[in-house]
């Protein structure tokens, strides 16, 4: 699996939350500032390419399927960035956003608390 841009990240999104579609339906769910038309069109055709949505057409239009589930993608991503920036390590990824304040001990709690349920 293919990592995305930004831009293609923002077009994945929009495509999740609104499912099958078209261009149009994918710019009004995209999250502001919404590309121009074109430019969502453009990057959903090289979504296309890199098999992250099919294309059915119907009439002069197509539209638009994701073929991979965002669980799937977050899951492959996530564990990319745990690998490059903390070692591997989910302890590592952890302690940095606590010491950095950003999760708070009833959020960590919380997080145990899943962790032994499972």
């Not at 261009?23 to 999250?31: G, P, Q, R, S, Y």
């Not at 294309?55 to 991503?77: D, L, W």
């Not at 490059?84 to 001990?105: C, G, H, M, Q």
Request: charged content about 30%.
């Amino acid at each position: 699996m293919e990592k995305l841009t930004k831009q293609e990240e923002a077009a994945m999104q929009a495509i999740w939350k609104v499912g099958s579609g078209f261009v149009k339906d994918f710019l009004e769910a995209h999250a502001a500032p919404a590309p121009p038309y074109t430019t969502l069109a453009s990057t959903i055709k090289n979504l296309e390419k890199k098999g992250y949505v099919e294309a059915r057409k119907m009439g002069n239009v197509y539209e638009y399927t994701p073929s991979i589930e965002e669980g799937e993608y977050k899951k492959k991503f996530m564990s990319g960035f745990v690998k490059d920036y903390f070692e591997n390590s989910y302890k590592e990824l952890v302690t940095f956003f606590a010491k950095d304040k950003k999760i708070s001990p009833e959020e960590l709690q919380e997080i145990i608390n899943m962790i032994g349920k499972k």
